[in-house]
């Protein structure tokens, strides 16, 4: 079992720039699908981004252009760079694991972290 470590949450105005931060407990989990999701309360989970394990990013329309995903695999982290922000971007954001996939990523996910709140102001 894998256990992910999310930070780099806030409170921003509209506009602002995040970076978050995942860390990841075993190395081996650097080499599968690995993404971010996120959920606001009283919708449904949406899925932010992926890479895969030769680094192929994907990204929701929703956030493409603004949000970028990246992973240092010397350091067992994974990054969501999130730039001009708006308030439809204030949710939890989750790191997230699927194990079972190294290529072809979905956003379905064996394991995810605690989370980390983002809050957009106007």
């Known amino acids: 079992q894998v256990q992910l470590v999310e930070s780099g949450g806030g409170s921003v105005q509209a506009g602002g720039s995040l970076t978050l931060s995942c860390a990841v407990s075993k190395s081996t989990y650097m080499s599968v699908c690995m993404g971010w999701f996120r959920q606001a309360p009283g919708k449904e989970r949406e899925g932010v981004a992926t890479?895969?394990?030769?680094?192929?990013?994907r990204a929701a329309d929703s956030v493409k252009g603004r949000f970028t995903i990246s992973k240092d695999n010397g350091k067992n982290t994974l990054y969501l760079q999130m730039n001009s922000l708006k308030p439809e971007d204030t949710a939890m954001y989750y790191c997230?694991?699927?194990?079972?996939?190294?290529?072809?990523?979905?956003?379905?996910?064996?394991?995810r972290g605690q989370g980390t709140q983002v809050t957009v102001s106007s």
């Open positions: 997230a694991s699927d194990p079972s996939r190294r290529r072809y990523c979905t956003n379905w996910y064996t394991y």
């Open positions: 890479i895969d394990s030769d680094g192929l990013t």
